[in-house]
């Protein structure tokens, strides 16, 4: 499988402070990788490290199987990349707003191109519309939009659904897992929310500290831990005395005064529900929750 992304010992230091320590990481062709950790973790610092804004104190970073500090210019030719908060001429259009972005990078300014990227990031119904009364998700897309004016086959998000309501980060979700599958682009999407990358990232890696935790497959990485799940109930007392001779009491986290909270496997959830639903208990909502916090607490007590 062709490495896209080679990082190896990769270290940046401001002064006293490390911010990102001996990095290793590998990212492949056609993944959706999640890059995660808590806020300060190094993410940032990586990323203008891969996109060229800094430079390392040490480390090498290759990207399509080439150095990037040799091979700058040829390399980012093929890289599309959000870093903060996308920045648009408030005034006007979000077309036109494409056209001057696409004119100063040398890009493919022709209205068929411009209506296709609008189209791609589900904005050309309002390509004609001031970026001013734009939404933040609507503007992050057309951010998104940018990334893409040069057709890149890499392309690199920082934290895109930050401040966005549930349905703003679902539509970032849909467009991230679209240009996948559809536009077979490769995806380094930075987070500190481990949902919403398990939502679309096939794999991932973990740092704190600017140094490595885990990497590996989503779907290992996820199975190997377990969740915190809520189950609302009706009838706290009864459910309480039917669990309390089973096996399903050493699961119990807390009660509420309409909530247990169990610790469980994936493949525990539904037998539990099948256990309180025969013995008339009424579910009425079953809530897994997995945060970053908790499953990186959960990596080192292991010593991960």
């Not at 699961?251 to 247990?260: L, P, R, T």
């Amino acid at each position: 499988m062709q490495k896209v992304i080679e990082v190896q010992n990769l270290t940046k230091k401001f002064k006293e402070l490390t911010a990102v320590n001996n990095l290793d990481l590998n990212v492949y062709r056609g993944d959706i990788f999640g890059f995660l950790g808590p806020n300060g973790a190094g993410k940032s610092t990586t990323i203008r490290m891969l996109t060229t804004l800094i430079n390392p104190s040490s480390g090498t970073i290759k990207i399509f199987d080439k150095s990037l500090k040799q091979n700058r210019n040829e390399i980012l030719r093929k890289v599309g990349a959000i870093v903060e908060k996308p920045d648009f001429y408030g005034y006007l259009s979000a077309y036109k707003n494409l056209e001057i972005l696409g004119q100063i990078s040398g890009c493919d300014t022709s209205n068929k191109r411009i209506m296709e990227i609008l189209e791609t990031v589900g904005l050309e119904k309002r390509a004609k519309s001031k970026v001013k009364t734009f939404s933040h998700g609507m503007k992050q897309r057309l951010g998104l939009g940018q990334a893409l004016l040069h057709d890149p086959e890499l392309i690199i998000l920082d934290e895109p659904t930050t401040g966005l309501d549930p349905q703003g980060m679902k539509e970032i979700r849909e467009l991230i897992i679209h240009l996948s599958k559809e536009k077979q682009k490769t995806i380094f999407l930075s987070s500190h929310i481990l949902s919403e990358v398990e939502l679309v990232a096939n794999r991932m890696i973990i740092i704190n500290k600017g140094t490595t935790v885990v990497e590996g497959t989503v779907q290992d990485l996820l199975n190997a831990t377990h969740l915190k799940v809520t189950f609302e109930i009706n009838e706290i007392e009864k459910t309480k005395s039917l669990l309390a001779e089973t096996q399903w009491q050493k699961k119990i986290e807390s009660f509420g005064d309409y909530q247990i909270l169990f610790l469980l496997e994936k493949e525990e959830i539904a037998p539990l529900n099948k256990f309180l639903v025969e013995r008339g208990i009424g579910v009425h909502s079953i809530v897994p929750k997995r945060s970053l916090e908790e499953y990186f607490l959960l990596l080192t007590e292991k010593g991960t």
